[in-house]
């Protein structure tokens, strides 16, 4: 998805963290996460610094979390993305769930935090109802 993406658009892609890529794309601040499981607390702590990092950086740009590689996570991360939505829409910015698997769409939606992890099923898509 990166490549596809970097191809595409015109703008360099920036490795934040070594399991985690940052890239310009259509107004946005896409995020790719390669890593496969979230429950390392030490990556979930990189993947948030870097996060926050980017909402100052890029206030009043959406951030689209691209998650498609994630295929578990920690009640660490669930916590750090609620903080992170949060955070976002403090900086006029908000953060955008991307590519995730049934199982993780599946927790977003039982915990009830679809309104402020509004989640697309990848990032085009999140790309083109963003405005929504």
């Avoid at 191809?7 to 946005?28: F, H, I, N, P, W």
């Avoid at 769930?97 to 039982?110: F, P």
Wanted: hydrophobic fraction near 45%.
């Amino acid at each position: 998805m990166l490549k596809q993406q970097t191809q595409t658009e015109s703008m360099d892609c920036v490795s934040l963290t070594e399991e985690l890529y940052a890239y310009r794309c259509k107004g946005a601040v896409c995020v790719e996460l390669l890593e496969a499981n979230m429950m390392a607390n030490a990556v979930v702590e990189r993947f948030n610094l870097a996060v926050e990092e980017l909402i100052q950086q890029h206030k009043g740009a959406d951030i689209v979390l691209d998650l498609q590689h994630v295929q578990w996570m920690c009640s660490l991360m669930l916590g750090k993305l609620v903080a992170m939505a949060k955070y976002a829409r403090a900086h006029s910015t908000r953060i955008l769930l991307a590519g995730l698997s049934a199982q993780l769409q599946s927790i977003i939606r039982v915990t009830k935090l679809t309104d402020i992890l509004p989640m697309f099923d990848d990032v085009n898509t999140a790309l083109r109802r963003r405005t929504g």
